[in-house]
């Protein structure tokens, strides 16, 4: 069963923009909090950004002021929005759900299978 699945990667030329959601049924868990993630080649996979549960949001300082993060209730999904793009951006986006399944399970973390984001000169 697939937990989680992002959409919206592909090539973009510096200064562009890319939006990526994130939907499946993580999503319907009781969710702590959701975030995006990247991780680039020989690179560690870094937090993007993150949104909890209340609605309050933390990016890192390398996208702040040109990344936005938000849940579309209606839709079920969580989603990041990339302004200004920059080739240092360029990395594979995972998408990242910490919720409970059930209220006696405990808190895991879902991933979803990433996509990438390529970001030209």
């Known amino acids: 069963q697939v937990q989680l699945v992002e959409s919206g990667g592909g090539l973009v030329q510096a200064g562009g923009s890319l939006r990526l959601s994130c939907a499946g049924s993580?999503?319907?868990?009781?969710?702590?909090?959701m975030g995006w993630y990247r991780q680039a080649p020989g690179k560690q996979r870094e937090l993007v950004a993150v949104?909890?549960?209340?609605?309050?949001?933390y990016y890192a300082d390398s996208v702040k002021g040109r990344f936005t993060i938000s849940r579309d209730g209606a839709k079920n999904t969580v989603d990041l929005q990339m302004n200004s793009l920059k080739p240092e951006d360029t990395a594979v986006y995972y998408c990242?759900?910490?919720?409970?399944?059930?209220?006696?399970?405990?808190?895991?973390?879902?991933w979803g299978q990433g996509t990438q984001v390529t970001v030209s000169f």
């Open positions: 990242n759900v910490r919720a409970r399944k059930t209220a006696v399970t405990p808190l895991f973390d879902y």
């Open positions: 993580a999503m319907r868990y009781s969710i702590n909090a």
């Open positions: 949104i909890m549960t209340g609605g309050s949001t």
